[in-house]
C-alpha cells in the first residue's frame, strides 16, 4: 500500500469509530466516572468505568466534539475493556509518549490495533489534546478507584 492509501485508510477508521462510538451510552451508574473539557476546542467526554476487582469490565462514555476525540474515546474503549487496570495505565502513558512525540513515536499495533490511525494526530499539536481527552478521562476515574 502507498502512504496516500494507508492515509485514506487511516482516515476511514477515525470516521468510522467517531460513527460507531464502541462503548458510546449514558454512563450514569458507572464508578468511577470522570468528566473532561478540552478548553481550546470545547470537546467534552463523561467516561465512566464498571471494574471487576482489578479489571475493567466495561466503559461507557458520551460527549461531543470534533471526529479524533470522538473517536479516540471509542478507540480507548476497545483496548482497555477486559484488561487489568495496571495495563490500561501503561497503555494511557504509552499513548500520551506517542502523542507528545511530535510524530517521533508511533503506536505499536499489536498493543493499539486501530488506533494506530491515530499515529499523525502527534504531528499536530493542537489536535493532541482532543486524542488525548478519553485517555485522560479513563486516568482519572482510574485514579479515583484507588482512593
Not at 42 to 68: Q, S
Not at 74 to 103: K, N, P, Y
Not at 105 to 133: I, P, T, W
Request: proline share 2%; with cysteine.
Amino acid at each position: 500500500m502507498t502512504s496516500a492509501e494507508f492515509a485514506s485508510l487511516y482516515q476511514q477508521i477515525i470516521l468510522d469509530h467517531a460513527r460507531s462510538g464502541e462503548g458510546h451510552g449514558d454512563p450514569a451508574g458507572f464508578e468511577p466516572q470522570s468528566h473532561q473539557i478540552n478548553p481550546t476546542c470545547g470537546d467534552e467526554i463523561t467516561l465512566g468505568v464498571r471494574l471487576d476487582d482489578d479489571r475493567i469490565a466495561e466503559v461507557r462514555w458520551e460527549g461531543h466534539g470534533c471526529t479524533i476525540s470522538q473517536a479516540s474515546a471509542s478507540l480507548l474503549t476497545g483496548i482497555v475493556t477486559g484488561s487489568t487496570t495496571e495495563h490500561a495505565r501503561a497503555v494511557i502513558d504509552e499513548f500520551r509518549a506517542v502523542m507528545r512525540s511530535r510524530g517521533q513515536l508511533e503506536l505499536d499495533e499489536a498493543r493499539f490495533g486501530d488506533a494506530v490511525a491515530l499515529n499523525g494526530v502527534s504531528r499536530y499539536v493542537s489536535r493532541v489534546k482532543c486524542a488525548m481527552l478519553a485517555w485522560t478521562a479513563l486516568e482519572h476515574a482510574l485514579a479515583q478507584s484507588e482512593v
